[in-house]
Structure formats: structure tokens, C-alpha cells
């Protein structure tokens, strides 16, 4: 697998932590909403523009920067005219990360007469609700995990 | 259960998405990190300065819309000198985005001669991989799911 092992040349938030490497990638609304945006079948600069409603200078970044990162690739459209943004395997992994915040948005962001888009699988259901949990299968929660941090006692650059 | 439904009285990216309001409340590079570290036992002002190292009025600020958004409540130490910030509920259902953001970063974002830190359950175990399923309990994925706009003809206000 390619990884993505840096950042525009400028250093990690905290290099350790996969959290932190995450949004040091794509933790900024205008890029996760363009990957929304691309699960949900927008390809074109056009497609981007119109459901995002972003201004044209600032999708341009964010386009380039998410195919710099490699979460987006470039391709021809057909026509051959059109360059179409389509994403790569790390961005198709993205999903159970967009998936999560909108099952957190559904559950806590919208009143009870609020309506809101929802997601549904190929019989016309909503997704089950996703839940961490150990090997064997049992939910678990903050109070029950712990991070441990990396030890970089082994590494020779600082 | 109480909603989250404005944000310091400016409009919603997408108000009918979940991604794009979860996004609104807390989309934000910092914001995230600081509910990571509130995840992993961060309490008071000089925690949350230590594990991010980010400039103090840059954290004030995001305490505090924390606070306003509610994903943080302000609790005083016993001590009762100085004040904690502590997850409310909507704040530890984020555990689940937190989780899918790891697990991405763990995937993407190191090469294989890179340590980071892990989650671990009570017996020291690493997590399930979360994994986006229907009802049923099937995996599904960006090409087997569809969004579906909110209806919103119903709705007298614009």
C-alpha cells in the first residue's frame, strides 16, 4: 500500500497519533465535504462547485491539495475535454470516517423536526449504526480503551 | 436528547446534511485534537496546552466553542481553583469518528518502518476495524449506498 508519509514538506501536528496524522490530511471542512461529495458521485470541478456552493479559488486548492495527498486522482473524462477527480483507494477508505460523522450529525445535530439527507444501502435502508468494539466483537467506549503512546525510543531521527 | 442545531447564529454549510454539520460543529483540525485529548484523560487548560501544543489563545478560543457547541462542559477541580472541561454525551459519542479517523490514519498515513500509538481495550488488545454494515449486519461501501436528499417542500421556512 502507498502511504501518505508527509504533508506539503511541512512537519506533523504529532507525529505519532493516527488521529492527528488524519487531520493534518484531510481535517478541514471544505476537503472532507469535496470527499463527501465524491462518494456521492461528483466528479467534475463543476459537480464540486455546485454542491458545495465553495468559491472556485478555494476548490481549486482543495482539489489539488487531495490529489497531492493522494486521496483524489486526475482523470480524462471521456470527451477528453473535461478533467474528472476520482477517488483513490485511501480516499474510498475514507468512508466509515464520513459514515461516522454523519451518524454523530444525524444523532446530535438536527431537532426532531428537522428533516436530513440520509444514507441507505442497496435495499433502501439506513446503515446499521457503526460501533467500535474489541477483537471479540464487545462494544466498547472512551472509558474502557487507552492510547499508548509510540515508542520512539528506536528511531534515530528526533 | 439535546440538539446542536446552530452554530454561534451563522447558517450551516448544508443544512440538510449530517457530514456537513458535523463538520460545522467540530471540522476543524484543532477542535478534533482537543476532543481526542479530552478522550484520552485531558481535564484542565494546561493538559490540553501540553498534548496539543497549540498557541494559548488559539485554545481558548476553541475551549470555548467546545463549550458553546456543547461537546464540552465546564466542570471547577476540586481543588476549586481551577476549571476542567469535560465531554458531555453528544462529546463521547465523537469516540466512534475518533476511532475511524485512527483506524484511516493507521491504514494511510505511516510507512511500515513508522511506530504510532495505538487504542487498546481493557485487555490490552487492539480494536475491531470499523466497518460501515446494513441492517443485516452486511458490509457496504461507497458503491452499495446511496444518499438521498431531504425532502424539504414541507418545510415553511426557506
Redesign the interface.
Known sequence: ?K???SVDGSSW??P??????????V???WS??IV?DA??GARSFTDFQHR??VARNILTERLRRLVDR?ILRREAAPSGRRQLYV?TD?G?????????????????????D??????????G????R??????H?VA???D?????????S??ATP
Chains 1, 2 share one sequence.
Open positions: 500500500m502511504h501518505i508519509t501536528t504529532d505519532d497519533c493516527p488521529v492527528a496524522r488524519t487531520l493534518d490530511i481535517g478541514d471542512r472532507l465535504l463527501r462518494m456521492d458545495t456552493g493522494g477517488l485511501a474510498r477508505d475514507l468512508f466509515t470516517v464520513i459514515v461516522a460523522m454523519r451518524q454523530w450529525g444525524e444523532g446530535h445535530a438536527f431537532a426532531d428537522e428533516t436530513h439527507s440520509v444514507l441507505l444501502d442497496a435495499s435502508l439506513p446503515l446499521a457503526l460501533q467500535p468494539t474489541d477483537s466483537g466498547v467506549d472512551v474502557s480503551t487507552t492510547v499508548v503512546r509510540a515508542d520512539r528506536d528511531h
